[in-house]
């Protein structure tokens, strides 16, 4: 268990754990006034929020199955990335992928996010790679089934 530096401007409570194993917590857009998105329109949403990531960490900004099956609303740069260097405001990008508009209300959630450790490396230049089974092979090339 980590503790995450937190700066809350919105008037929305912190994002929260759903259950004690969610992977993730749901962030609400902080917002004046609702917010209409068009078919195959994207906007930047604020979130009120503001982390400070411990080193090592980052955050991932990922889409909500409901919102992407009931509405086609997505998060477009998925998985956006928090550094943890980063002090501005959280921001989603979302987009609307159906062809109906959505309203986006104050306090809505609308993505999730998840916390990941990653590592640092450093390169190792080479002129070539050691064999392996799958090779150059990808892109389907085990086949269908
Ligand atoms: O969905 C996102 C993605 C990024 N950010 C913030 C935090 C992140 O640390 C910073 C930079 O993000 P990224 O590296 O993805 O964007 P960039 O286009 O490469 O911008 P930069 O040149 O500032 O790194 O923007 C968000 O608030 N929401
Ligand atoms: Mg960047």
């Known amino acids: 268990m980590i503790e995450i530096k937190v700066v809350n401007k ?12 969610s ?12 917010i209409e998105l068009k078919p ?10 503001y982390i400070e990531l411990p080193e090592g960490f980052e955050a991932q900004i990922r889409p909500r199955s409901g919102l992407a099956y ?9 998985p956006g990335t928090i550094d943890a260097d980063y002090r501005g405001e959280i921001k989603v990008i979302l987009i609307n ?3 109906v508009p959505f309203i986006i209300k104050n306090g809505e959630r609308i993505c999730q996010m998840v916390i990941n450790k990653f590592e640092n490396f450093n390169w ?3 002129e070539s790679l050691s064999e392996s089974v799958r090779g150059e092979g990808g892109f389907g090339h085990t086949g269908k089934n």
């Open 124 to 126: 190792s230049l080479s």
């Open 40 to 49: 195959m329109e994207r906007i930047l949403v604020p979130t009120g929020l």
């Open 23 to 34: 992977a993730g917590v749901d962030l609400r857009a902080f917002i004046a006034e609702d």
């Open 70 to 78: 009931k509405h086609g609303i997505s998060v477009l740069n998925s």
């Open 97 to 99: 992928l159906s062809n």
């Open 10 to 21: 919105s008037n929305n409570p912190l994002p929260e754990f759903a259950t004690s194993l």
